[in-house]
């Protein structure tokens, strides 16, 4: 049974519209982080949060916000969506920081 | 700038060959290091971590070797097998950071049957 789920699994947006990427865990993690994955740039950190009602920015949190409305749930934002941000995003979980458990992705593009 | 450097964006062994993916890393305050296996389609999963406070870990065909003085490390996947084929992400983190987990860039490995 799977403990982080992400969904939609594939979106197609437009430019200039809001994307709302959702991510669930069962795994009664305080941290869930947001990552976007590209060839050649590995994972980038975007947004995290340390529980429900927190969120923090990452490395590369500009065009992105994030919400945290409970210890399950973490969404990510784009509320105007640029071609740049195609890219797959990985939602995961972590308690202490030490191993992340990752959702299957959503592939996300851009037109 | 870097933090977490994989040396090779792609290695290619054949089955039975031992596949050692190198890392380096610029914090000295970094004390564990995770490394990800992620196959196609899925996102990645805990494969081995070390602690700085060793020099090796070993599961199964797996193994990393740690060297702090010269801040690298390498994982080596004994016996190689096609279903090894996968990206392997080499990460980093520091005890007051510990919820920021830096992660290199990937080095896709081909197992050749």
């Known amino acids: 049974e799977a403990a982080v789920t992400q969904s939609p699994r594939n979106k197609v947006a437009v430019t200039g519209g809001k994307v709302t990427l959702s991510c669930n865990q069962t795994?009664?993690?305080?941290?869930m982080y947001w990552y976007r994955q590209d060839t050649g740039h590995g994972l980038r950190l975007i947004h995290y949060?340390?529980?429900?009602?927190?969120?923090e920015k990452g490395d590369i949190p500009d065009g992105y916000k994030a919400s945290r409305p409970s210890q399950e749930n973490f969404s990510l934002i784009l509320e105007l969506a640029t071609p740049s941000q195609t890219s797959v995003y990985f939602c995961a979980s972590g308690e202490g920081g030490r191993e992340q458990y990752f959702g299957p992705g959503t592939r996300l593009t851009v037109l | 700038q870097q933090q977490v450097r994989q040396s090779s964006q792609s290695l290619t062994v054949w089955e039975g060959e031992t596949a050692i993916l190198n890392c380096s890393y610029e914090n000295s305050a970094f004390d564990y290091f995770p490394w990800y296996q992620q196959f196609p389609g899925e996102g990645p999963a805990l494969l081995i971590a070390?602690?700085?406070?060793?020099d090796k870990k070993e599961d199964g065909r797996f193994t990393i070797f740690f060297n702090k003085r010269e801040k690298n490390l390498s994982l080596h996947i004994k016996d190689s097998q096609p279903g090894d084929s996968a990206t392997y992400f080499c990460a980093a983190s520091e005890g007051t950071n510990a919820y920021k987990v830096i992660f290199g860039k990937g080095t896709h490995l081909h197992v050749l049957p």
């Open positions: 795994n009664n993690h305080n941290n």
């Open positions: 949060s340390y529980g429900a009602g927190s969120t």
């Open positions: 070390i602690r700085s406070v060793s």
